[in-house]
Structure formats: C-alpha cells, structure tokens
C-alpha cells in the first residue's frame, strides 16, 4: 500500500514530501520519548509500589487504585479540581465573550481597551500568583487596605477554607480574560455583518441577534475555549503551589499539587503515578462529555 502511495507522487512531490518527513522527525522523536514513553511509563509505575528514590517495587496490580477509593484527601481535591477547571472554564466563556463584544465596538479608545484587556496575559502565571498572593494578605495587603479604608472588616481570603479557592480561581480568570477575548473577538470579526443588518430589518432586537446569530456562529470557538480551558486548568500547578501550599486544609488542593506531593515529599511514586493515571482520564472524560453535548446541540 505504500508503495503504491508513494509511487502516485513525481519527482518533485516525492522530494518534497521527504524533506516534510524529515522535518516532523525530530518533533516525532520529541513527543515519542517525552509524551507516548512518558505516558506508558506512568501506567506502568501505577501498578508498583514504587518509590522515587529506591526505584521500582512489587508488583501491587490496582491496589494503588483502590486506594484512591478509601482516601478522603484524594476525593477532596478531586471534587476540587472538578470545580475548578469547570468553574473557570465557565467563567472563560462569560468573560471572554463579554469582553469581545465590548471590544468589537468602533469607539474611540477601543485599541487601548483591547491593549489593557490583554495585557495580564503577557505577564507570567508564576508572577501573577505572587503578586495576588501580597495582594490577597490579610496584614498589608492591597485588597483588605482597601476594605479597611471604607470601613469594611478585613477578609482572610487564602487563609479561610471558604475563601480560598474561590480567591486562587478569580485571580486565574482574570490572568487568562484576555487570552479568550481574543479567540472570541476573532470569532465576531467572521461572522458577516449582513446577518445583523437582516435581523434589524425583521425587528430582531439585539438581546435577540445575540441569542441566534452570535451564539450559534460562535459554537465552534466557544467549544475549543470549553475544550482548551477545561484541560488547562484542571493540570494547575503553580498558583496553588506558590499561594496556598493547598491549604487551609487542602481546600486548594488540586490533582496535579497531590500528586507532587505525593512523589517528590512522600516519595511514592506507585501511588502518585496511579493518580496522574486518574488525572488523564478525568480529563479525558470531561472532554469527550464536552464534544458530545456541542454535537447533540448540532444535531438539534
């Protein structure tokens, strides 16, 4: 069959298909031994009771698993990712279409609106969970100076099991607002313009040419940021590790901290790599849950 393949090409294509092979081999390598290898590996490790520094250890099947079932810290931070990475990912989609259709209006100012929108963005998550963690601080920090200024008590923010995740979520939103708001800007700036100009004419108020024509042209941006957002923030790491530790209590504790945790501080690896294991099927249930609600919508 290959050969046939390749010999329906002429000397030209022939050549120019080897160079696109040649150039994909070092990205084939690279995903090769640091996704397929990597991932295999893990599975394999979650069958062990292994450790991080003595190596591989008995063979223990799905007892790490099992495990997982007993383990109230291990549902907890499950439940917490849940909420999460939907609760952003939600949140994304409101924000960042809010945002486009403000900065899709032709008004003065509206390049540095856009400028401003996107600007946190720029700057690196790590950087922005430090700064939100002094701007979060119940002794000196910005938002409690503030609230102490008009007369308001000051709020314990990342020191409260209630406020915590909550507070580490608005600053992920807000770090990530602008990213969307381009996707979803972009999105607007396709849809033609005679669409509207033909629901002004039918007496369509905006409310409703936002409702059918804006919403369902955006279907296919607002499934990739739902797809793209989910994945992303439920494999956060940095916020958590830089401005809670996961506490108080774990309320903050997301799957991929545990999981550090619970290989480079308790060193068992078996046991970290079985969650990481759960790590990729959440997600991948949670995207292929996502795709079949947008092709239901479809087929309605």
Do not use: C
């Amino acid at each position: 069959m290959f050969t046939q393949f390749w010999s329906s090409y002429g000397p030209l294509e022939r050549r120019r298909a080897l160079w696109a092979y040649l150039f994909l081999v070092p990205t084939a390598i690279g995903l090769a031994i640091f996704k397929f290898y990597a991932i295999a590996r893990v599975m394999w490790t979650s069958l062990f009771d292994a450790d991080l520094l003595l190596g591989t250890g008995n063979f223990v099947g799905l007892d790490n698993f099992a495990e997982m079932v007993t383990d109230a810290r291990f549902s907890q931070t499950l439940w917490n990712s849940l909420v999460y990475s939907l609760g952003n990912t939600f949140m994304a989609v409101v924000l960042g279409i809010s945002l486009a259709l403000l900065a899709d209006r032709k008004v003065r100012g509206v390049t540095l609106f856009r400028s401003v929108a996107y600007l946190p963005i720029v700057v690196s998550l790590t950087i922005v969970s430090i700064v939100f963690a002094l701007i979060y601080a119940v002794e000196g920090g910005l938002l409690n100076g503030v609230f102490r200024a008009v007369g308001l008590p000051p709020q314990p923010f990342l020191t409260s099991t209630r406020q915590a995740l909550p507070a580490v979520m608005a600053m992920h939103i807000w770090h990530g607002a602008g990213y969307y708001m381009v996707l979803f800007l972009a999105g607007l700036q396709g849809i033609p313009e005679v669409y509207y100009e033909a629901a002004r004419i039918d007496g369509a108020t905006r409310l409703a040419a936002f409702r059918n024509i804006t919403l369902p042209l955006l279907r296919h941006v607002i499934l990739f940021v739902v797809v793209f957002g989910t994945v992303g923030y439920i494999n956060t790491f940095a916020p958590v590790y830089l401005m809670t530790r996961g506490g108080p209590q774990g309320s903050t504790t997301l799957l991929s901290y545990l999981i550090y945790q619970q290989v480079f501080v308790y060193l068992r690896l078996g046991y970290g790599s079985a969650m990481a294991v759960v790590l990729v099927i959440t997600v991948l249930s949670l995207v292929l849950v996502e795709l079949r609600l947008f092709r239901s919508g479809e087929e309605i």
